[in-house]
């Protein structure tokens, strides 16, 4: 109960709860506030909840605030459950709620109110529980099976129940629980609706991450210390405990103990097993805990920033958590399997931010000077911001970024939505472009050349650049490259590539990998074990690793496995793989200018009156010129131009010789055969008809051939077409069969007359062409045995919306010129018996002239 002295009570009026809870924050109950603000939450705008929130964070203490901040997280960023959408950030625009959009990026900035609450709370060095079921599954499985994880955002978090294994919580600082629930919004809120059109680069949840990104890894200066929770300056947060201090050699003796401790947490009937590596510094050998603290003592108290970059490695953990680590080696060996069950299947919106994660994160690895970069620089001492950005990129992102493409590319549909994964990848391969010395880029037809300093890089990131570029190439033989979009993307895939020396690069990773060991003895591969990059900021960056043969084999080793069968990108295979591709790019240009060709045709085939709707019905039912629309020339030209490119690109990386490609044009001609007309695709005969060879479903799917499809029944009963009103031509069909009904042996006998009127009748109510229809089959072509249909009225010609439409114009034009309907239908009547009257005259004079 909220007590106020009577004296003030008769001079005191609260509008609402919150507004008397803050007048005596002293007095509250915590739990007062918190009701005070859920019923605040229902009955007040939007815009007056922020300013109270804003309000009651300055004002009350970090006593009464840890209560409401779990209740507040959720309410901002939703439940972990996903049934709470929470203030919807991934839908939140400036152009469409321009107000409500200022009030939440100001709100949750990093600079904002709701970062002071954190800071403030960190002060106090409160914990929330975190339930581990809402984590990546790798991590879920590995701490119920009481396995601990590698990472260290984990260590010394997990708090278990009496029961067991059932109930697992992480005890999170508030730091760590804020930046836990910001990024898994964006894995557990449900898939924005296909109708709901949201450019996720727009939204705020997007923005957000932009700014974060900006704030905690910054690409020039440092880090910025915590914001001050008391008008008297800047307070600084300390580090929490479990990631350790490194001027206390007895905290380092706590972190070596971490995994007794962890062990000796679970129920004495647990089978604990402790991970398969100790914790990893940021390079490759793995030295004590004690003895690294010990080591980068000095230079560590020699900085302060060391007291604040924990922020910037626990973002960027935290993110590389929550948005990749969801497929293990292990799982991502299992997953080859084609009868595996997804575990996760990322969405376009989760991989549009991983890209701008990793685009920054070469911003900010690359944002070193030169003399801090160099590998000299790592014997020296150097700040922890300095160490953190040169170890972010392999230590936090490699491994796990590689499996996350791996899941991709062989589970992504085959769509044009895979261009966000494509773009994804092609900007991790591509750390040049986001460094602040980059090149001025080249003239269209000389792209710039990649300088010989990222060898390293490619060296060590073999992997995304050859398996990788295989699986594409897998991929990109199963679509259909007539398709802009899909041209677009192996255009985008081969232009990458092409760059001046990086073939060359890639190349000789390849042979510093497939080089014979010769010093190194076979009993020592396990060396070879890659380092799970895990540990902590504080550990130094151990001597450099120069034998450039051992550092490629070390990361081929981590990302597979001992046991990987490699596939060289320059070897028989892939070359293979190739061709194969530079063949479908011919046949997909020709298949493009066919359809070209069938674009600039059609419209010279159809006269005004068959716009009109005068003309006979198409009763084949073919839709060709949907399709062409569809497609439409210019994009057709793009096609063309897209694959054109890409062809010179593949020879230019591949070395192929124009004689080659010269053989895939001119193996187009077996596809046409004597007539002109293109084959039917590659089939076999079986017992029930014909069956598609692998060819020929190939075949089909690019668009390379097809069956010839010919409607066969009654016209009246076709499928009411898309330009046709349904109810009209059901209401036209009932009156013509009536009419057809009632009047068949009056039309039968003018339409067997010789005269002039019986050639009139005949050309309106016979059937056309019925005779010589044929019945197209693969397997042989018969005439349609002849089958005798008197004559008939249709007029399903009524029901067209072009009809209508040109009816309707024709009675506008008449008003114009003061004609009034019975006139003009009197017209219109006049001028279809003049025009079928020529008709009728050319149509008989045609039958005299026939053998």
Known sequence: MLWVPQWFAKKAIFNSPLEAAMAFPHLQQPSFLLASLKADSINKPFAQQCQDLVKVIEDFPAKELHTIFPWLVESIFGSLDGVLAGWNLRCLQGRVNPVEYSIVMEFLDPGGPMMKLVYKLQAEDYKFDFPVSYLPGPVKASIQECILPDSPLYHN???????????????????EYYIFFFALSLITQKPLPVSLHVRTSDCAYFILVDRYLSWFLPT?????????????????SPPPRDMGMPCCVAQAGLELLASA???????????????????????????????????????????PASHEIWRSETL?????????HHYSLEMYQKMQSPHAKESFTPTEEHVLVVRLLLKHLHAFANSLKPEQASPSAHSHATSPLEEFKRAAVPRFVQQKLYLFLQHCFGHWPLDASFRAVLEMWLSYLQPWRYAPDKQAPGSDSQPRCVSEKWAPFVQENLLMYTKLFVGFLNRALRTDLVSPKHALMVFRVAKVFAQPNLAEMIQKGEQLFLEPELVIPHRQHRLFTAPTFTGSFLSPWPPAVTDASFKVKSHVYSLEGQDCKYTPMFGPEARTLVLRLAQLITQAKHTAKSISDQCAESPAGHSFLSWLGFSSMD??????????????????????EYLEKALEYLRQIFRLSEAQLRQFTLALGTTQDENGKKQLPDCIVGEDGLILTPLGRYQIINGLRRFEIEYQGDPELQPIRSYEIASLVRTLFRLSSAINHRFAGQMAALCSRDDFLGSFCRYHLTEPGLASRHLLSPVGRRQVASHTRGPRLSLRFLGSYRTLVSLLLAFFVASLFCVGPLPCTLLLTLGYVLYASAMTLLTERGKLHQP
């Open 157 to 175: 978090k997990v708090q278990f129940t009496p029961t067991g294994g059932l109930g697992l919580n992480l005890a999170l600082n508030p730091f």
């Open 220 to 236: 020039e200066g440092s880090v910025p210390p915590p914001l001050s929770s008391s008008p008297g300056g800047t307070s600084p």
């Open 261 to 303: 401790v962890f062990c000796l947490s679970f129920p004495s009937s647990w089978n604990y097993r402790t991970p398969a590596m100790p914790f990893a510094s940021y390079g490759l050998h793995h030295t004590s805990l004690l003895k690294r603290h010990i080591s980068h003592q000095t230079s560590v108290n020699a900085d």
């Open 316 to 324: 960027l953990q935290v993110f590389v958590e929550m948005w990749l």
């Open 619 to 640: 009763t084949n039912g073919s839709y060709t010129a949907n399709d062409l629309d569809e497609m439409g020339q210019d994009s057709v030209r793009k096609t063309d």
